[in-house]
């Protein structure tokens, strides 16, 4: 099976693929192991594992896929892939957006999916342990009763799993406010490269001992371990809400409010802005009125359990909005018209990738002072490069998803693309910002990896990497690419 | 050319599908199986490989591609609005081109694109069903004697004495009609669900409609479509598309989501490149109407002639009625309606319920695993009954429920309404004697 291995994959990640294969025994010991209708096999399977939500990314067939019912088969899954050094890709549900569980070096793709139980609610401790194959969404359908939420909720919080999550560390539309994953793991059950299994951290919020294992695990894309158990923080969920829609004539303007807002000591839930690509797009496809000569829109959201204080700080942003010149504020009056607030912005990815075939959606973050700044930049590139370019995103934690319409089809215009996401990376790089705010690295942006952290950096994460994954079996070729 | 001659047709719809995965969330074959191959975006990227030549025609290819309800449960969530069922038809109208038919399917069709076999077959079967089925206790159902295809688990629905469209005249004169409409039976109807299939004809005959049934109606080829026989689908597409074409009605009236959606939706794609019969079946199509849709939205409910049902019931979303149609108010409106009728609605009334017509033959354990969701959002709704607009949903409904021992009587919305008719009638007779 290993002749079939394209060349390119071999150049792009660097991977040294001589010696390794997964042949007939290790299936038929999988099967043993697993029971054979856990084991996938097929081409037609392997196919539909070849790829994960990343667009414009190499596919590759998985060897063979398996699904393990507990962590001791795990164990002896690793192992074996130990000894015969085949690779190992953990995987949930699949909806990562940097290539993170493309089977780039084929080999084991271990799906997580069975496991997939929350083992406890402590609600007294405000504190929840789950399986990592369990989708985020069921954590607070149970955390719900307990008047608890837990906060990150990433587009795809409905089908992701909290294993994907925790791996990518993903955010979502309320990172200012709430934080991200990893502000909320608390603590993991770790399977090693060598099969020994590992706890980090714990319930207490207090917790000093040692290394934070339970952050570098935490965002580590399946390459330093293999998730089984994971502590979260639940925190009690808002009682009461207040949103609206602020529309401008000018970026500096739309710049400027989120940027006194803050300074007026107010964080709201969610902040959003979308661009006016993105207005048009959306407009087109989903007809909710928004106006399509407006240069940006702002999405803003401001919550908490005290009603008075809520209130306030709505006024407080409505405010700011007013005198820094937004030409409309559309306020929620009801749960319905929070509705279609939001929907607007929920739109704008699914609108954006109906205008072209390909649609390389990207998430350069800056500091939010800086969002105007990266907006400008953003439209000189689309200029410079004649390409399509909308952008919406988190502005209130400068997170944002400049998204390129394309066709991969199209050679000469895919090459213009690469050199504008290199020039991307480079304008949020330069603008004191990162590659990633919320999607990981993955293989999509693992050769810029210098460009943010240097040579030593890099080196650091790649000890780090040889230490605890010496065969490097662990989703080889992502994060650096080349081992 | 049209999609069911060559795939190529969909390639706008799969270059729709950005892989995001949300079609997870709702497919209920994923749901159950876990696995890529088994939810939309898995077999987009199958159909894809297919037309890069990356994948041929395999067995394992036609195996993933049959494992789909077309419940449209996907479309519905999908936020790009790729029409997933489409891509799903057309790829295994591709597959019966470069595999062939299974000879057993191959069989069968050919005996429902002849009306008249199919019609002497049933007929046949209804005389000699005993000697085959024994009777199942409480349900309107009996179980297999012999496994002769079908799983000895499966309580099947008796066949009717005699199908619905020889008891009925084929014109049912109105006392005075304000308008004229077609009736199209549908299979389960006129074989199976008779007593549903005479509740249409009395609803409109009672709301002055004068109703003609065509004797020479048949299949309506959902059945057939579904497992790609495109060639035979077309044949019968044009048939009823004749035989339709010819009558002067206002509307034409359907009771199952399915033959409603095949009607108003598939003969266009089917006789897509047939201009002299496209523009027909257009016609045909704008004139389907769904019966319930028909009597709240056409008719309008007049609540004066409805007499009390005293029932507590619960209603099951048909897919093909609720995401084909677009019907989903009209039968609750009605349900509301009737006095003494207490409606409750079940968690995921629209989630299917795993028949999906010939799936539950063909993927029994699959379709029943499915089931468990229904049974157990109808067991919660503690209804005395369920309701639902649809013979196949029916079907599998019953089968369901002796499986997970919840033995509650299952009537279609048209017979809860022809009841509350019926009673008000009666009412009205003893008041005025």
Redesign the interface.
């Known amino acids: 099976m290993r002749e079939t291995l394209p060349a390119f994959v071999a150049v792009y990640t660097g991977y040294n693929i001589g010696g390794l294969y997964v042949d007939k025994n290790i299936i038929s010991t999988l099967m043993n192991l697993l029971g054979r209708e856990n084991v996938?096999t097929?081409?037609?399977?392997m196919?539909?594992?070849?790829?994960?939500?990343t667009?414009d990314m190499p596919s590759e067939n998985p060897d063979v896929?398996v699904?393990p019912d507990n962590k001791e088969q795990i164990v002896e899954i690793v192992k074996l892939a130990n000894e015969k050094k085949i690779p190992i890709i953990t995987r949930g549900?699949?909806?990562n957006l940097s290539g993170g569980t493309i089977p780039i070096n084929k080999g084991i793709v271990l799906?997580m999916?069975?496991l997939n139980k929350i083992l406890e609610i402590d609600a007294e401790n405000m504190t929840a342990r789950v399986e990592p194959g369990l989708v985020i969404q069921k954590l607070n359908d149970a955390a719900a009763p307990y008047g608890l939420i837990y906060p990150p909720d990433p587009g795809?919080v409905?089908?992701a799993t909290m294993g994907g999550s925790v791996s990518e560390c993903s955010g979502g539309l309320r990172g200012l406010k709430y934080g991200v994953t990893k502000d909320y793991v608390m603590g993991l059950e770790v399977i090693m490269a060598n099969g020994d299994i590992i706890r980090t951290g714990g319930k207490t919020v207090k917790n000093v001992s040692g290394y934070d294992l339970t952050k570098l695990f935490t965002g580590a894309e399946g390459t330093l371990g293999i998730i089984t158990q994971i502590t979260v923080k639940l925190i009690p969920a808002p009682q009461y809400r207040r949103s609206m829609l602020a529309i401008f004539d000018n970026l500096d303007k739309a710049g400027k409010t989120i940027a006194e807002i803050i300074s007026n000591k107010v964080i709201p839930a969610t902040l959003e802005i979308m661009d006016n690509v993105t207005i048009r797009t959306v407009e087109n496809y989903a007809k909710i009125g928004l106006p399509i000569d407006a240069e940006a829109v702002l999405i803003l959201e401001v919550d908490g359990g005290i009603e008075q204080v809520v209130l306030q700080e709505f006024e407080i942003v409505k405010k700011i909005c007013k005198e820094n010149g937004a030409v409309d504020i559309k306020l929620a009056q009801s749960d319905a018209e929070r509705d279609s607030i939001f929907a607007a912005r929920?739109?704008a990815?699914?609108a954006l990738?109906?205008v072209k075939?390909t649609?390389v959606l990207e998430d350069a973050t800056v500091p939010r002072s800086k969002i105007p700044e990266m907006l400008k930049a953003l439209k000189k590139i689309a200029e410079k490069y004649n390409l399509q370019i909308g952008t919406f995103g988190h502005a209130g934690d400068g997170n944002l998803h400049p998204t390129i319409l394309t066709d991969e089809s199209n050679k000469e215009e895919m090459e213009r693309v690469h050199k504008a996401v290199d020039e991307i990376f480079k304008v949020a790089l330069e603008l004191g910002g990162t590659l990633s705010g919320e999607h990981g690295i993955g293989i999509a942006k693992a050769k810029f990896m210098e460009w943010e952290f240097g040579k030593e950096g890099v080196a650091v994460m790649k000890k780090i990497k040889d230490a605890l994954d010496p065969d490097s079996i662990l989703n080889p070729g992502k994060i650096f690419g080349g081992n | 050319m049209t999609m069911y001659d060559s795939l190529d047709k969909v390639k706008a719809e799969l270059a729709k599908c950005m892989k995001c995965g949300n079609c997870q969330e709702v497919c209920p074959i994923y749901l159950e199986e876990q696995k890529e191959g088994t939810v939309a975006r898995g077999k987009i990227k199958l159909v894809e490989a297919v037309l890069k030549g990356d994948l041929e025609y395999t067995d394992g290819f036609a195996d993933k591609l049959a494992l789909c309800l077309t419940c449209k449960a996907c479309n519905a969530k999908c936020p790009c609005g790729v029409k997933v069922d489409e891509v799903i038809l057309a790829a295994r109208s591709s597959i019966v081109k470069n595999k062939g038919l299974h000879p057993l399917k191959k069989f069968i069709f050919g005996t429902l694109k002849r009306p008249g076999l199919f019609n002497f077959g049933l007929k046949t079967g209804s005389v000699f069903q005993g000697l085959v089925f024994k009777k199942h206790k409480a349900l309107n159902g009996a179980y297999p004697r012999f496994p002769f295809g079908l799983d000895l688990r499966r309580i099947v629905p008796p066949l009717a004495p005699s199908p619905l469209r020889d008891q009925l005249p084929e014109i049912v004169k109105a006392d005075k009609p304000v308008k004229r409409a077609a009736f199209f039976t549908g299979c389960t109807m006129n074989y199976i669900y008779i007593d549903a299939g005479k509740a249409v004809v009395d609803v409109l005959k009672r709301n002055n409609i004068e109703v003609i049934i065509p004797k020479d109606q048949h299949c309506c080829s959902m059945p057939i479509i579904a497992h790609g026989d495109s060639i035979t689908a077309k044949e019968m597409a044009k048939s009823h598309v004749d035989i339709f074409s010819k009558l002067d009605v206002d509307f034409i009236i359907t009771a199952c989501g399915s033959c409603g959606t095949t009607f108003n939706k598939h003969y266009l794609e089917l006789l897509e490149d047939n201009q002299e019969y496209y523009l027909k079946a257009q016609t045909i199509a704008s004139k389907i109407m769904d019966i319930s849709d028909f009597i709240v939205k056409e008719i309008g409910l007049d609540k004066s002639k409805l007499g009390p049902v005293n029932l507590k019931v619960t209603y099951h979303d048909p897919c093909h009625l609720n995401r084909g149609m677009g019907v989903k108010d009209s039968p609750r409106e009605i349900l509301k309606a009737i006095p003494g009728l207490e409606f409750i609605e079940m968690q995921n009334a629209d989630r299917c319920c795993g028949g999906a017509g010939s799936f539950s033959l063909t993927h029994y354990d699959l379709a029943m695993a499915i089931h468990k969701h229904k049974a157990d959002a109808i067991n919660a709704a503690k209804a005395d009954a369920v309701v639902t607009g649809c013979g196949s949903c029916i079907m599998q409904l019953s089968d369901g429920m002796n499986r997970y021992n919840l033995n509650l009587p299952m009537y279609h919305t048209v017979e809860i309404l022809a009841k509350s008719y019926a009673v008000k009638d009666q009412l009205d007779k003893t008041t005025a004697n």
């Open positions: 996938l097929s081409k037609e399977d196919i539909t594992y070849s790829f994960d939500a667009a896929v699904t549900s699949g909806t799906s999916l069975k795809t409905t089908t929920r739109a990815l699914p990738a109906q075939p649609t």
